[in-house]
């Protein structure tokens, strides 16, 4: 299907987001969709998916003028939308679940549960997905969840897909499945709108980008025509740095040990260590254990056996208050599930962590959490009008960009980042690592946890890798590379 935008305005009160948006997606074209957090990305998307309606300017699909009033009427017209924020019931089977948009009754309502099994397993093997449709969502990795709704996308026989960061939480192996049913779709005359702020990835995968900036449409083109660098300074309006990161400081003191952690089910036998002014990664593929394990240290759930020493000392750490109390702050990697709390404002959200911390004869202290909020914003250079509006009234890199500053407010010992540069613009990302380097300068001992290599190995003085929940080995700055690290991922021989 043709879709073309013609000067689309929109505003969020005096938020002025679109501004005169005009541009158009060919059938069986995979176009991305650019621009830094907060541009208005999924603001326009959300007005082609029903949600939203413009307050001035018209789509056209297929050369016919087209209003839309509801979510449904779009669905309908073939325009499928698979959300930054996944949309899946935790509590139903894949099954139920990749069917949710559409009627599936049949005669007298009779739910035909195995001819839904049936569908999603075929879906499945097209897609080499390696899962029982049966399993319910709530069990699901996230990557996992985003699989699906892909899935669901396609099974939908939609004509445009509009994918909205849909790879934050794949690893290398699973983005390469989704870009292959992707062109898969294109050869199918779909559109695709891929909304990304992976630039490598829009260079492998789509045909021309659009950019957005402060609600202005910027710069549009091929993509064979341009460069990841010149495709970051459309976005930012700057040259984005790529340079290495990693900054050789003395070791401190010890601060967080492990030894031989095991949790029956997620990973076993896992020792490391974490010292002051050291930034460590952890790696590795899908399944490989590492959030399970640092969801475990941080009293999200308990540990079978092993020991947990801080600064020399053993400490038992049952419930998340204890670990914050400890000093140890943990950023998780799914946002919407894990992080944001949907019915706090923005200020809240940033400060409950905090809040124990500063209260006065148990009152919150909320000048201080204001305060402490505005310091952060210009830090992280957090677009937000209101401190008091919703978090959800946020975009989603403005959203994650609170949530760390939410764990920076707990002034933690140990840093732990899981996937922290989820759905974060190319240019918010080094703000986000340059403050990451300076609480390292401070002796704070910070743990990446990330499947992007380039992130490994910019940003940490030494990285471990996991393989089905053990550690396979572990690598200093000057033994990284890409490929080190995915003989480790891929259970090349174990070195520790
Ligand atoms: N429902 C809403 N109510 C009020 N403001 C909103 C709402 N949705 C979005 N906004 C505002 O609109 C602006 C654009 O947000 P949008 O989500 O479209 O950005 P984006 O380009 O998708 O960003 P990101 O890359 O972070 O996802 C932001 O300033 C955001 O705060």
Redesign the pocket.
Known sequence: MHIAFQNIQKS??K?H?LKDISFSIKEGEICALL????????????ILGGI?RPDAGSIYADGKEVRFTAPEQSIKLGISFIH?ELNLINDLPIYENMFLERDYTKGFRRVPHQEMIQETKAIFERMQVDLDPRTLVKDLDSSYKQIIEICRAITMHASVIIM??PTTSLTDSEIERVFSMMRHLRDQQVSIIF?S?KLKEVIEVCDTYTV?RDGNLVSQGQVSDVTTKELARFMVGYDVRTDQLIQQRERGKEILRADKLTDAAAFSNVSFSVHQGEVVGFTGLLGDGRSELFQSIFGAHDISSGKLFLYGKEIHIHTTMDAIKHGIAYLPRNRKENAIIKDMDILENSAIASWKRHAKWGVIQHSIHKEKLEVFQKQLKI???NAS??I?????????KIVLAKWLSTDPRILILDNPTQ???VGAKEDMYDIILRLADKGVGIIILSSEANEILRLCNRTYVMYHGRLQGELKAEDMNEQAIMELATGGDAFI
Do not use: C, P, W, Y
């Open positions: 969020f009160g938020n987001v621009g830094e957090n907060g541009a208005g990305k999924s603001t326009l998307m959300n939203h930054q909205d960061e909304i702020h957005l677009r937000m009008t509006n919703n959800l009234n946020l975009s989603g890199g403005n959203q994650q759905g974060v613009d």
